[in-house]
């Protein structure tokens, strides 16, 4: 059996540097606190608490002089503003692309445009975005974009990890209802890269097992796509959801892990794969 492993399998480099900055703080502070979980990924969350990074649901639950760090996927103005009226220590780990996209927004906004993004309902990335702006709406699937009325001008971004494919039947039917439209394609490289890789992989093996955390969007549209090319794919959160019956018949494994699972965990279930497969061998990296 031979094992095909997305090259970049795992944490994207915004979510990579966002958890290395919380181990960071909690280590130098001995405690660092979070509205949310930093990645969707259970494992990790838990990881992290035990090394003195929180979950709270609010900044009156951060005890004083202790640091509050905003996550990777951005954050709204408001708690931007109240965290600096109460002179809270923030660490700030938004990844540069959620801040290029809320550039984005406010430019098209500042042409007057009806500003539309394409997004995940209530995803924290897709609000930290919406409200950079006043007015802005979220469309999630071209369904929703049918209902829209006719507008004259409108500025259109996407979530960072949105298919692309999503985004372009949403834009083709924006097409047919806004006179003068803008489209800023902010789906970011280290998704649109993700996704180019596992369509081609999961084309060329005979089954294809994504890692990832089923709370998790990302990885969840990693599965999607493969699952459209190859109907032997497998979610998987860990190496405990592994069957031995999907690997009969099979000569060729492709893996790939959404941007919230952690190299341990792939490493884990890598290893899991070559015990079952008998494979002795280095698995190939898949560009
Ligand atoms: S998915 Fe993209 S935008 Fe989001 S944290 Fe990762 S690199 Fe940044």
Same mark, same amino acid.
């Given at each position: 059996?031979?094992?095909?492993?997305?090259?970049?399998?795992?944490?994207?480099?915004?979510?990579?540097?966002?958890?290395?900055?919380?181990?960071?703080?909690?280590?130098?502070?001995?405690?660092?606190?979070?509205?949310?979980?930093?990645?969707?990924?259970?494992?990790?969350?838990?990881?992290?608490?035990?090394?003195?990074?929180?979950?709270?649901?609010?900044?009156?639950?951060?005890?004083?002089?202790?640091?509050?760090?905003?996550?990777?996927?951005?954050?709204?103005?408001?708690?931007?503003?109240?965290?600096?009226?109460?002179?809270?220590?923030?660490?700030?780990? +938004?990844?540069?692309?959620? %801040?290029?996209?809320?550039? $984005?927004?406010? #430019?098209?906004? /500042? &042409?007057?445009?009806? =500003?539309? !993004?394409?997004?995940?309902?209530?995803?924290?990335?897709?609000?930290?975005?919406?409200?950079?702006?006043?007015?802005?709406?979220?469309?999630?699937?071209?369904?929703?974009?049918?209902?829209?009325?006719?507008?004259?001008?409108?500025?259109?971004?996407?979530?960072?990890?949105?298919?692309?494919?999503?985004?372009?039947?949403?834009?083709?039917?924006?097409?047919?209802?806004?006179?003068?439209?803008?489209?800023?394609? +902010?789906?970011?490289?280290? %998704?649109?890269?993700?996704? $180019?890789?596992? #369509?081609?992989? /999961? &084309?060329?093996?005979? =089954?294809? !097992?994504?890692?990832?955390?089923?709370?998790?969007?990302?990885?969840?549209?990693?599965?999607?796509?493969?699952?459209?090319?190859?109907?032997?794919?497998?979610?998987?959160?860990?190496?405990?959801?592994?069957?031995?019956?999907?690997?009969?018949?099979?000569?060729?494994?492709?893996?790939?892990?959404?941007?919230?699972?952690?190299?341990?965990?792939?490493?884990?279930?890598?290893?899991?794969?070559?015990?079952?497969?008998?494979?002795?061998?280095?698995?190939?990296?898949?560009?």
């Amino acid at each position: 059996m031979k094992i095909l492993l997305a090259k970049d399998a795992g944490y994207c480099f915004g979510v990579r540097d966002a958890v290395n900055l919380a181990y960071e703080t909690a280590k130098k502070e001995g405690e660092v606190f979070m509205l949310g979980d930093i990645v969707h990924n259970e494992n990790v969350v838990h990881e992290l608490e035990e090394a003195g990074v929180n979950v709270v649901n609010s900044l009156d639950q951060v005890p004083d002089n202790k640091p509050i760090l905003f996550r990777a996927h951005g954050t709204v103005p408001d708690l931007w503003k109240e965290s600096k009226d109460r002179v809270m220590d923030v660490v700030d780990a +938004t990844c540069p692309l959620v %801040t290029e996209i809320h550039e $984005e927004v406010k #430019k098209l906004d /500042s &042409e007057d445009r009806k =500003i539309i !993004i394409i997004g995940d309902h209530g995803h924290d990335e897709v609000n930290g975005i919406k409200e950079q702006v006043k007015n802005a709406i979220v469309i999630a699937n071209p369904e929703e974009a049918m209902q829209l009325r006719k507008m004259k001008k409108a500025g259109v971004v996407s979530q960072s990890t949105q298919m692309i494919e999503n985004v372009q039947e949403i834009i083709n039917i924006l097409m047919t209802k806004v006179f003068d439209l803008r489209f800023v394609n +902010t789906i970011c490289f280290p %998704t649109r890269r993700n996704h $180019e890789q596992i #369509k081609s992989l /999961s &084309e060329i093996c005979d =089954i294809m !097992i994504v890692i990832g955390s089923f709370t998790s969007a990302n990885s969840k549209r990693l599965t999607e796509l493969a699952k459209i090319r190859n109907e032997r794919t497998f979610q998987v959160t860990s190496v405990k959801d592994l069957d031995i019956d999907w690997f009969q018949q099979t000569d060729t494994v492709g893996i790939s892990a959404g941007a919230s699972t952690p190299d341990n965990i792939i490493n884990d279930v890598l290893e899991k794969i070559k015990l079952i497969g008998k494979v002795s061998e280095e698995e190939l990296v898949y560009e």
